[in-house]
């Protein structure tokens, strides 16, 4: 089915290790992006991609880096893990402005 | 900067019930509007959009409208029935269409 995968669905990190996030889509959307949702806090914009080759910081980017690799993939990268970045993490991609499609998240922890 | 809030926080009806949600932003010079379904431990599952310029969509039993002009959105769940039990989510665009954002959610609760 055309959409949004995220991989992997869940993890738990050390704190202080790396490891990076994965998300395509295959719906030739022009534009990506990257959430985290935690409890009490809705859903927050980290990265996001307009296009292929340009990303953008959104409102919680510190602790995190960005590839867009190519037009259907959007990595998010956590170089050193720390316990406040225990969340959910949610791809969505968008095209001319017609609506988000959302992947079906990570679960991540960090201990 | 923009901000979205959602009333109520949760709802818990009987089965059969229409009921309204409500999504309320403070900067009306949005480019669109998405109302989504999330359910427990899951993506989330879009339902509605809406475009700036227009005031209402339908989709089965559920109705959207907007009032740009007064910030405020609403989701019409017509007969509700228990699978409709998760929480409803609004998320606005600013004109640049590039972010969205997103309110906390109602969590609705249909009870047999």
């Known amino acids: 089915n055309a959409g949004v995968t995220q991989t992997p669905k869940f993890q738990v990190l050390k704190t202080g290790q790396s490891m990076t996030l994965q998300c395509a889509q295959d719906?030739?959307?022009?534009?990506m992006y990257w959430y985290r949702q935690d409890p009490g806090m809705g859903l927050r914009l980290i990265y996001y991609?307009?296009?292929?080759?340009?990303?953008d910081k959104g409102e919680v980017p510190n602790g995190y880096n960005v590839s867009r690799l190519n037009k259907r993939e959007f990595s998010l990268r956590l170089e050193s893990a720390a316990p406040s970045q225990t969340s959910v993490y949610f791809c969505?991609?968008?095209?001319?402005?017609?609506?988000?499609?959302f992947g079906s998240g990570t679960r991540l922890t960090v201990v | 900067k923009q901000e979205v809030t959602q009333i109520p926080a949760a709802l818990s009806v009987p089965e059969g019930e229409n009921l309204v949600l409500n999504c309320s932003f403070t900067?009306?010079?949005?480019?669109?509007l998405q109302w989504f379904r999330q359910d427990p431990g899951k993506g989330l599952t879009s339902l509605l959009l809406?475009?700036?310029?227009?005031r209402e969509q339908t989709s089965g039993r559920l109705n959207a409208s907007l009032d740009k002009s007064s910030g405020r959105s609403t989701l019409y769940i017509a007969a509700s029935q228990p699978g409709d039990s998760a929480t409803y989510l609004c998320?606005?665009?600013?004109?640049?269409?590039?972010?969205?954002?997103f309110g906390p959610g109602t969590r609705l609760s249909v009870l047999p």
């Open positions: 969505a991609s968008n095209h001319n402005n017609y609506g988000y499609t």
């Open positions: 719906m030739n959307h022009n534009s």
């Open positions: 991609s307009a296009s292929e080759g340009t990303t």
């Open positions: 900067d009306s010079a949005i480019y669109n």
């Open positions: 809406i475009q700036s310029s227009q």
């Open positions: 998320a606005v665009t600013d004109n640049y269409g590039q972010n969205f954002v």
